[in-house]
């Protein structure tokens, strides 16, 4: 492992919304990752950082950076996801009226981060939260 960053995440708080996953883009670049690397993980971060701030009640991004690969955890608390499978379905939401007036909520996000990365796994638990891990390949 080369770095580890870890950040906490605050639900409803759409001022520091998508700071983490920005932070984690300046350091791959830093560190010279390709540009196509760079986009899939900057994709995968910003849409699993939303849905923290949309639906849970708080949680954490972390990056995993290693020369070969580039792991994107993110881990909240809140309701869970209640059917997976249609959560993974384009256009498919569950945000509230107030967050789809903003421009949030469009039913992409879990779609994203699973078409961007190259492994992608999501366990949910209702009445607890959501983990979603990916990894996307330095290659």
């Not at 001022?15 to 990752?33: D, F, R, Y």
């Not at 469009?106 to 009445?127: C, R, T, V, W």
Request: proline share 4%.
């Amino acid at each position: 492992m080369l770095l580890e960053l870890e950040f906490e995440i605050e639900p409803g708080n759409f001022i520091l919304a998508g700071e983490a996953s920005s932070k984690i883009k300046e350091t791959l670049k830093k560190l010279g990752v390709k540009p196509d690397i760079l986009k899939k993980v900057a994709i995968v971060s910003y849409e699993a950082e939303m849905n923290i701030v949309i639906h849970s009640i708080g949680g954490i991004l972390k990056a995993i950076i290693s020369k070969d690969k580039i792991e994107i955890i993110a881990q909240d608390s809140g309701p869970g996801i209640e059917n997976i499978e249609l959560a993974m379905k384009e256009g498919y939401s569950t945000a509230p009226e107030e967050i789809r007036n903003l421009g949030f909520g469009a039913g992409m996000g879990l779609p994203n981060m699973k078409k961007y990365s190259d492994y992608f796994e999501i366990d949910s638990q209702k009445g607890k939260g959501t983990k979603v891990y990916m990894i996307i390949y330095n290659k």
